[in-house]
Each structure stands twice: as C-alpha cells, then as structure tokens.
C-alpha cells in the first residue's frame, strides 16, 4: 500500500469526494474545457490527499477549485509556449452560487452524455461524479489501470467540443447508475455503495419519480446483500437466505423512499419501471419467510413492468422471465412453464432461461427435467459463483429424484 | 521467476485415466468437495506468494478470421466441435521452477471426483514467455 493511500485513510475520503461534483461544475461552467478541468481537478485531489493530513484546510472546496485553477493556468502555459502563443492569464475562481443539486446533475449529464458508450459513461461517472481514483475503477472492473485510463481519455477526447451546457437524458443517467449499482456486486470496490451515494445526490437534485424509483430499487436490494453469498462464497437463493441478515434500515428507507416517489404519480402518470421494480423487491424484502412471500401483489406489478413495453417479449424479456415465476407461484409450474415457452425465441440460448426453468420444474416437482435445465444453464453461465450454483442445484435435483425413486421401490 | 499457465481443459488431451460423468451428474457431497478444494487451491498458491490469477472461459468457442475487404468476419464453431480441444480455464501462477509448475498441476489434478476418490484429471501446463530479456 502506497504512502498515498495511507494518508486517504486518515483523511474523511467522502467528505472529500462529495466535494468533486460542486468544484468540476464550477469550473465546466466557468468555460473551462471538460477534460482538461476534468485532469486538473484529479491532480488537486491528490494533491489534497498529500497535503490536508497536515494542513487541513478551512475551506476545501475553494482549495480544490484555487489548485485545480492553478494546474488549468500551468497547463495551458505550457500549451502557449509551445505554440508561440500570447500568454494569457486567468482569474481565480469565484466560490460557486448553484446548488450542489444542480452541481451534480449537470456534471451526470456530462458524463453520461448519449455520444459515449455505455462502458465509458459509467466510468467517467465514477471518476468526475464520485471522485473515485482510475484506480479503484480499474480494480471494480478487473482491468489494468491503464487501461482504464485510455478508456477516461477517450471519453473526455469524444466530449470535446460538444456542447454541455443543455439538460441531457435523465433515463440515461438512471441507466448509468444501475450498471454501476450491478458491476457494483462482483468487484472488489464497492461500487454498489458509490452508485447509491450518487443516485442519493441524484433524488436531491430533480423531483422525477424515477430517480427516487432508482434509489429506492438499489436501496431494497442491497439489504439482501449479507445474505446473498454464504461464508464460503456459494450464492444463496431468495428463498433459502437468513432473513435475520437483511439490513432492516435499509429496507426502511428504500420503503420510505419508494413511497414519496409513488406518491407523485397519478391514473394518468403511471410508475415507471425503476419504481415498479422498487415495488417487488419491496414485497420480497417484506416477507417474514419465503413461505409467506406476497406472490399474487407481485405479480401484479409484474403485469405493470410487462405493460410498460409495446412488445415485451423482445424489449424486456427478462421482465417477462420475472413475471413467468410470479406465475409459476400463483397459478402453478406449468403455467409458469408455459409462459416461459413465449420466450424460447429471443432469450432459450441464455442461462438465465434455463435456470428459471430449473426452479419451475422443481416447483412442479419434476425433478429430472429441473435437473436437465439446471445443466443446461451451467453450461451457459458466464459468471463463476453463478455456473457453480447452478452445477449444484443439477446435482441435488438428480440426488433428491434417486432418493424418491429408491423409496419408492422399497 | 518464470510465469506458467496451469490449464484444464472441458475436452482434448492425453486418454483420461478412468472416464467419470460431467459433474452435474455428481452425488451433491462429491461437487461440494470438489469445489471446496478448488478454492482451497487458490488459497494455497495465494498464501505461498505463487497466484498470479485465476480465470474460467465458459464452453462457447467461436473461431473468427477476417473476412476481406469490405466483407464481414468469418467466423465457425471449429473444425470438430464436438471433440476438439477446448480450454476451460486456469491458473496463472509465478514460481520457482518447472519443477514447482509441475508440482502444483499434480495437485490440482488430485482434486476429488464422484465417490471422493482423485479424480485424475490432465493439466496442461505451460509457461509464460517472458516479456523481459532474460539475464544468461
């Protein structure tokens, strides 16, 4: 561990970050190029991780935009003198009058601007939003720190020159963040904590439903979190986790949450899909067991999430897949089988198809042909803790089938 | 020290020492000990200062080649593909020796398989060429 690193321990790293957002918008607002402030604010940075240990200063923000200002003026001066141009001189930055809210939602829509891919909008997120080293989103996104850093330079280099200053896609910023909030659960940095800080920041920053939709989903689902993968690392199922684990505050607050944002919508505004899907993980997180999970409730959300698209089947067939379990719980295996069929087309090479598959079988107690799907499923995971899971519910559907059938024959 | 890729592979290579089913046919206890010394594994050569990195490659293989100008890539699933050699992943590790590279697969290959007994299975290890000039 670098020098570096040890005195970012000592310092509130998170007060420091937050600070990120406030001072790079100043400056973009300013009229200084997004990239170049974007370097500068990450040399202040460091610079505050050196020097703040020691000298704390009284006023970070003004400290951060006064370095980074500094480091734009050296940096443009060395630009001047190799062109052979007048040097000119810049004024120290004015402390900014805007709301931190706004602040944030500007600088997202920078970042996540529609040019960028989606891959380079999150990681711009992380590095100008939330003021993550490109270190830390290397190592969330197990790939070398250079490149990384090619992949933030080519998104600064695809902003430039385009004009920032015009609200962006606020569904794109939703979109940004739950790709962070997801890559968030198989990293080792915790990205799913940052993508809620930000979608936190996002909810103070505009009154659309769905951001507090989005909050409240990654909120609801987290809670799950300790209870997600047992002390060995194996994935455990929904219905067979530790309820006892489940963060309850942030159960309560994702519900608090979910209602504020439900509140605001009417017959004519329907919840949009971040909140619909708020509302089933609310419902599962609500059940004191598996047993008494509220399956006809969540499957009338289901019916929302799937209304939401022209023709879900092809637009959002993991929606339909979800749905299809819903059924399977309330109107039996073969049901649910049934309307998984509708999706062999667009979905029957994925795994996911498979296992949910796997699980109605075994909900109907076909336990040879829930085994044949959980094979099938392994074999198409791509994801290690999900192909070993899946490689042992083929393996205990085919034991539980061979224990049945010698007791029967007894 | 020299760099090795430790590799298993889903088909191919010398004739196996006994024929065992895919380990989705396996009794549960048997995938579980299976697993369990997998990870033991990558704790081990993780303790001794020795892993470099762990990585799996799921089945799907496609091969692609150009196509030419202005035509798009060809690409095949391979000239056998239901019997050719195909990879599925490895371990990477940093160590003293060929001697040590070999020790290490011999125990990977002793991992155990239905019944709980060893399960035999060929490694194919091979080093790393070195991006550095070496100094003899």
């Known amino acids: 561990m670098s020098a570096l690193d040890e005195s970012a321990r000592r310092l509130d790293e998170g007060a420091l970050r937050a600070l990120v957002p406030r001072v790079l918008a100043g400056l973009v607002r300013r009229g200084e190029d997004f990239d170049a402030a974007e370097d500068a604010l990450q040399e202040a940075l460091l610079e505050a991780l050196r020097a703040w240990p020691e000298h704390p200063p009284r006023d970070g923000q003004a400290w951060l935009a006064t370095v980074a200002t500094r480091r734009l003026v050296d940096a443009r001066r060395s630009e001047v003198a190799r062109h052979r141009r007048e040097e000119q001189t810049y004024a120290e930055p004015r402390p900014a009058a805007t709301e931190a809210g706004d602040d944030t939602l500007f600088l997202l829509f920078c970042c996540c601007h529609p040019a960028l891919a989606p891959a380079s909008q999150v990681a711009l997120t992380l590095r100008a939003v939330g003021g993550l080293t490109t270190r830390e989103i290397a190592d969330a996104f197990y790939v070398p720190e250079a490149t990384m850093a090619q992949r933030i330079s080519r998104a600064k280099r695809a902003l430039q020159g385009r004009r920032l200053d015009q609200p962006g896609d606020l569904a794109v910023v939703l979109r940004v963040l739950y790709l962070a909030y997801t890559a968030g659960h198989a990293g080792r940095m915790d990205l799913a904590g940052e993508a809620i800080r930000l979608a936190r920041q996002l909810t103070l920053a505009t009154e659309e439903p769905e951001a507090g939709g989005l909050l409240a989903l990654m909120l609801l689902n987290h809670a799950r979190l300790p209870a997600r993968l047992d002390r060995e690392g194996r994935i455990v199922t929904l219905d067979r986790q530790d309820r006892g684990l489940w963060d309850r505050r942030e159960t309560a607050e994702g519900v608090r949450v979910l209602q504020s944002a439900l509140a605001m919508q009417s017959e004519e505004r329907r919840p949009g899909r971040y909140q619909v899907e708020a509302a089933i993980a609310a419902l599962h997180d609500d059940a004191a067991s598996a047993e008494e999970t509220d399956w006809p409730q969540i499957l009338a959300w289901y019916d929302d999430l799937v209304a939401l698209t022209d023709d879900p089947v092809r637009q959002d067939p993991a929606a339909v897949l979800g749905r299809a379990v819903a059924v399977g719980h309330v109107l039996g295996a073969a049901a649910g089988l049934r309307e998984t069929d509708r999706l062999r087309d667009p979905i029957g090479e994925r795994h996911r198809w498979h296992a949910v598959r796997g699980h109605l079988h075994e909900l109907g107690g076909d336990l040879p042909a829930a085994a044949t799907a959980y094979a099938e499923a392994a074999r198409r995971a791509t994801n290690v803790a999900e192909r070993d899971h899946l490689v042992r519910q083929a393996a205990r559907a085919r034991a539980a089938e061979r224990s049945r059938t010698a007791a029967t024959y007894r | ?136």
């Open chain 2, 1 to 136: 020290m020299p760099k090795y890729l430790l590799l298993k592979h889903y088909r191919g290579g010398p004739e196996p020492h006994h024929p065992f089913p895919p380990m989705v046919e396996w009794a549960p206890e048997d995938v579980e000990a299976h697993m369990a010394f997998l990870r033991h594994v990558g704790e081990l050569l993780e303790e001794r200062g020795e892993l470099v990195g762990v990585q799996a490659l799921t089945p799907a293989q496609t091969w692609v080649r150009y196509g030419g100008p202005d035509a798009a890539p060809v690409t095949t699933d391979g000239p056998l593909p239901e019997t050719s050699d195909l990879v599925a992943g490895g371990y990477m590790i940093d160590v003293e020796s060929h001697e040590r590279a070999v020790e290490v697969a011999a125990y990977i290959s002793s991992e155990p398989g239905p019944g709980g007994g060893p399960l035999y299975e060929w490694i194919d290890v091979r080093e790393v060429m070195s991006g550095s000039p070496s100094d003899d």
